[in-house]
Every structure is written in structure tokens, then in C-alpha cells.
């Protein structure tokens, strides 16, 4: 079956750096992608891995591992408003997002 | 660009009438469009996959039946709940994808039903 794997909930402290891993196993790979969602909004876009290595965008990293089944979402200089949910999904081969719990991310100061 | 809208925003019903929800891709042509529902600390769950001119695609679980899709433009889909209950009481988000894989799904702001 396909199945998205990744942590409940974190914890950081602000100014410091988090990594949120997630596992997949999917039927076909079409790409990784990660959201954010804010309580009580819609995710939004942060990130998509289709190749290996990392991805750099401004304070958010994005790895894929495609032999391994594994991403990951690294965020850095943590600030009070990135507290949210982080959703790991993979497209499958028929290009639909398999979506996983998301990960609950809280900063303290 | 990318922008999705969907109305309305919050609505509250009472038990067995429907409720319909608009979903609109303002700025670009949506070759699928999708429905989800989530419901409090939960993930999204895919509810069904609309392409424009076709019948929607639903997933396993989902009556199609209660939960009317039609995708009557590129640029609109609607979701109607038919005889709503309590249990359909949920956060239900629309998305539209664009054609281009890289780009994903961009997501309307959602809308919370509470059905009493």
C-alpha cells in the first residue's frame, strides 16, 4: 500500500534550526512535496523534490532521497510564526498526492 | 498567481438541508480540481478528483450520492453536501492543480460547515 510517514509533533526554540523527516512508499514517484498549514487555514506550498539533494529556499531546506524513500524539510532561524503543520506528500504514478498527518511544529521563545 | 477562492468562507445549517461550496481557480485555467476534508488534528483526506467537463472521481468511502461534484468551467468546481448531518460537520478545502507537476496543488482558504 502507500504510506506517508512522519513525526506528530515537535519542539524548538526560536533562532534555532529543526528538521522534520519523512519517510514514503508510494506506487510511482512523481515528486515530494512539503506544506505548511497554519491552524484553521489551507496548506500552502513550501517545497517540491523530484530529483536527489537538497533544495534551498531562503530559511527552508528541502532534501530528497529517492533510493531511500526519505525527505526531509529543514527550517532555519526559527521565528515565532512558522509554529504550524508541516505536510509531508508524494505524488504516486497516477500523479495524485499521497498526503501524510503532518508534522505539529511548536516554537518556544 | 495561483489563486484559489472559495465560498463561502464559514457556514452553519441545520440537519438534512445542503449546503453548496464554490471553488474558483481566479487567475489561471484548473485542468483537476480536488476535494478534501479534514477534520480537528487530522491530515487531509481526499475526498474526490474533478476534471472539468467529467465525472468526478471519488474516493473509496465517499458517497457520491451526498457529496455532489460538477466542474462546469476550468475555472469553477462546486461541492454540494446534500441532507447534511453532524458527522458532516468538517473543514473542507478545495484545490486546483494547474497541469505543470512541480507546481503541485494551490489550495482555496477552505470552508468550516457546522451542520446542527
Known amino acids: 500500500g502507500q504510506n506517508i510517514d512522519q513525526p506528530t509533533e515537535m519542539t524548538a526554540t526560536e533562532g534555532a534550526i529543526v528538521q522534520i523527516n519523512c519517510t514514503y512508499q508510494?506506487?510511482?514517484?512523481?515528486?515530494l512535496f512539503w506544506y505548511q498549514q497554519h491552524a484553521g487555514e489551507a496548506p500552502t506550498f513550501l517545497s517540491y523534490?523530484?530529483l536527489d539533494g537538497l533544495e534551498e529556499k531562503g530559511r527552508f531546506s528541502s532534501f530528497l532521497s529517492r533510493s531511500k524513500g526519505y525527505s526531509y524539510l529543514l527550517l532555519k532561524e526559527l521565528q515565532m510564526k512558522d509554529s504550524a503543520s508541516y505536510l509531508c506528500?508524494?505524488?504516486?504514478?497516477?500523479?495524485?498526492?499521497?498526503w501524510g498527518a503532518g508534522t505539529k511544529l511548536i516554537i518556544k521563545p | 498567481g495561483a489563486v484559489v477562492s472559495q465560498h463561502p468562507s464559514r457556514v452553519i445549517c441545520k440537519s438534512g438541508t445542503s449546503v453548496k461550496i464554490e471553488c474558483r481557480s481566479l487567475?489561471?485555467?484548473?485542468?483537476?480540481m480536488f476535494w478534501y476534508r479534514q477534520f480537528p488534528k487530522q491530515s487531509l483526506m481526499l475526498m474526490a478528483t474533478?476534471?472539468?467537463?467529467?465525472?468526478?472521481?471519488?474516493e473509496q468511502g465517499v458517497e457520491k450520492d451526498k457529496f455532489l461534484i460538477n466542474h462546469a468551467s476550468l475555472t469553477l468546481s462546486t461541492l454540494t453536501v446534500t441532507s447534511a448531518h453532524p458527522e458532516d460537520s468538517s473543514f473542507y478545502i478545495c484545490?486546483?492543480?494547474?497541469?505543470?507537476?512541480?507546481?503541485?496543488?494551490?489550495f482555496g482558504p477552505g470552508t468550516r460547515l457546522t451542520v446542527t
Open positions: 523534490n523530484v
Open positions: 484545490s486546483a492543480g494547474r497541469g505543470d507537476t512541480s507546481s503541485g496543488q494551490y
Open positions: 506528500a508524494a505524488m504516486d504514478s497516477n500523479y495524485q498526492l499521497i
Open positions: 487567475d489561471f485555467q484548473a485542468t483537476t
Open positions: 508510494t506506487s510511482g514517484f512523481n515528486g
Open positions: 474533478s476534471n472539468e467537463g467529467s465525472k468526478a472521481t471519488y
